[in-house]
T-cell receptor
């Protein structure tokens, strides 16, 4: 059963804490992405990775960090430096970088709430 | 500035009726346009991908059109079903074929199909 899994589905964080969101894919995709979704707004790119041990900042990388030690895994850490972390976080992957025919597949998402 | 605007923001229709969702974009250089369906609390799922040379593409009861001259796209849903209740997101890819294509997401149209 191929696909992208994200865990946990719901996550609660106290102010000042770092939390890590998990993203795993068994599609053998090279590229992986993290997006943030807020009500009434389009998805915004946080980080993306084209290959293992390499990643690039997206449009809203401040307060976030990632790692890509394995092809199938791309965890996202939301640090205490992120001022407004409450949001729905989506992980995605594609065979190559999202181009003309490199379709992105999305995971089910993690809803993070800061208490 | 690259932008994708969708209308209406929300729409309510009766089961069995047809509807059309609109997407206007100002993205350059244009690579392709995608429509995604996102159920509440889930990740988006791809419906169609169209390149510059494609005017229309269908996926079951979903038909997307693209007018590259006016920079408009529409998603037509035929004979709506309750399961069509979701947000529909228009995404435009900016960039050059073979390189990294930045995806610009619209805020989505929230469709509710009532019995």
């Amino acid at each position: 059963d191929g696909g992208i899994t994200q865990s946990p589905k719901y996550l609660f964080r106290k102010e000042g804490q770092n939390v890590t969101l998990s993203c795993e894919q068994n599609l053998n995709h090279d590229a992986m992405y993290w997006y943030r979704q807020d009500p009434g707004q389009g998805l915004r790119l946080i980080y993306y990775s084209q290959i293992v041990n390499d990643f690039q900042k997206g449009d809203i990388a401040e307060g976030y960090s990632v790692s890509r030690e394995k092809k199938e895994s791309f965890p996202l850490t939301v640090t205490s430096a992120q001022k407004n972390p409450t949001a729905f976080y989506l992980c995605a992957s594609s065979q190559g970088l999202a181009g003309a025919y490199n379709e992105q597949f999305f995971g089910p998402g993690t809803r993070l709430t800061v208490l | 500035k690259n932008q994708v605007e969708q209308s209406p923001q929300s729409l309510i229709i009766l089961e069995g009726k047809n509807c059309t969702l609109q997407c206007n974009y100002t993205v350059s250089p244009f690579s392709n346009l995608r429509w995604y369906k996102q159920d509440t609390g889930r990740g988006p799922v791809s419906l169609t991908i169209m390149t510059f040379s494609e005017n229309t593409k269908s996926n079951g009861r979903y038909t997307a059109t693209l007018d590259a001259d006016t920079k408009q796209s529409s998603l037509h849903i035929t004979a709506s079903q309750l399961s069509d209740s979701a947000s529909y997101i228009c995404v435009v890819s900016a960039g050059f074929s073979g390189g990294y294509n930045k995806l610009i997401f619209g805020a989505g149209t929230r469709l509710a199909v009532h019995p």
